[in-house]
């Protein structure tokens, strides 16, 4: 990698080795616990009947917060000790140029409200609640390019230690990274190197992104180099013979499945229960989400659905897979409710299926 411009996105070196300490300021930090004889720190304990129950960050996305800091704060509050981490708030809180698109919205929805419904005549067309405009998407491109440039001017680790450290202290592991963007056409080596050391720097087992062939052709060599695996993420597309019928394995063995089950039911009519049980026993499924839908595509709490969550836990605790079970919150949040709130009960959830 190229010597790091030390005016470039820079975060002072001293802040970060400081953050366990400035971190006490925070609400997120374990709470002490004051015994008759010593003080401990109360951290967060998410696995039940063996399984690990974490979840994907994204499910914080409706949150103002971004930065690792904050998503740390959410983990935590909802009472989780393992992971998947976005790419977004490691790299907001290293110093990297980034896109917030819940800005953009809000920004967009504050100069173009939504219309009344009594002020749209019957059989008019509704203005779109969001449209993304060539001002945007110029604008998200130049911040993308930026970002870019910025990856490749990372010479040191070091900012990304101390959030993997921040997070390890209290009591939350990094089990996944994910990098949508990884071996996208056109992406550099030097990228595509930058992205596998920063998650092996988090201490990640793994890194996620979306379901791509010619992705697995590019990333299979470089999972084995680093001794990392890539797990492809599912929407509707995924077939039960996408992986047993295709050439993803046969890549390589880095080449496994982070597998969509709400996701899968919605877009097979079936629950992928079967597919569970195939990927788990060839050693191919890295981790899941859990999330319920129904097959004619509502997503719903869990156990609303037609998923079979609770069976597909309960498989994973009898076999003894060593599989982690993320939480990816995407039904609708109820209106006196929160994402925190809402993945709590998530977590509840699946303690109550797995104890």
């Not at 010597?3 to 930090?29: C, E, L, S, T």
């Not at 409200?113 to 110029?138: I, K, L, N, W, Y």
């Not at 063995?253 to 049980?277: C, F, P, R, T, W």
């Not at 079970?325 to 039904?331: G, M, R, S, T, V």
């Amino acid at each position: 990698m190229k010597k790091q411009n030390k005016h470039h996105g820079q975060i002072d070196r001293r802040r970060f080795i400081g953050i366990a300490a400035v971190a006490a300021a925070y609400p997120f930090i374990p709470r002490i616990v004051r015994g008759s004889h010593r003080i401990s720190l109360e951290k967060p304990d998410s696995v039940f009947g063996g399984v690990q129950i974490g979840a994907i960050t994204y499910s914080y996305r409706s949150l103002p917060g971004t930065s690792a800091e904050e998503t740390l704060d959410y983990l935590l509050k909802s009472g989780l000790s393992s992971c998947e981490l976005m790419s977004g708030p490691i790299e907001e809180s290293a110093g990297a140029p980034t896109v917030n698109m819940m800005e953009i919205m809000a920004a967009f929805m504050k100069e173009n409200p939504p219309e009344p419904p009594d002020s749209v005549p019957e059989g008019a067309q509704r203005r779109p609640r969001f449209q993304m405009t060539p001002e945007m998407r110029e604008a998200i491109t130049k911040k993308q390019e930026e970002l870019v440039t910025w990856r490749k001017t990372v010479s040191s680790m070091d900012r990304f230690e101390a959030i993997r450290e921040m997070y390890n202290n209290a009591g939350v592991k990094i089990n996944i990274v994910k990098f949508d963007t990884i071996g996208a056409e056109g992406m550099s080596a030097e990228e595509l190197e930058y992205m596998f050391s920063v998650a092996k720097v988090m201490g990640a087992r793994g890194i996620t992104t979306e379901l791509d062939e010619n992705k697995a052709k590019i990333l299979a060599p470089l999972a084995e180099k680093h001794n990392m695996a890539i797990g492809f993420h599912n929407h509707t597309q995924l077939r039960p013979t996408t992986y047993s019928g295709g050439p993803y394995f046969s890549y390589g063995k880095g080449i496994m499945s982070n597998l969509d089950i709400g996701h899968y039911a919605a877009g097979n009519g079936e629950s992928a229960l079967s597919l569970v049980q195939e990927l788990g026993n060839q050693g191919r499924l890295l981790t899941i989400h859990l999330k319920d839908r129904t097959f004619d595509g509502k997503t719903v709490p869990f156990g609303e659905g037609d998923a079979r969550v609770a069976e597909i836990l309960q498989l994973i605790k009898q076999k003894k897979w060593d599989v982690q079970c993320d939480i990816e919150l995407e039904y609708p949040v109820p209106e006196d409710s929160d994402p925190i709130k809402e993945v709590r009960k998530c977590v509840e959830f699946c303690k109550n299926v797995l104890s």
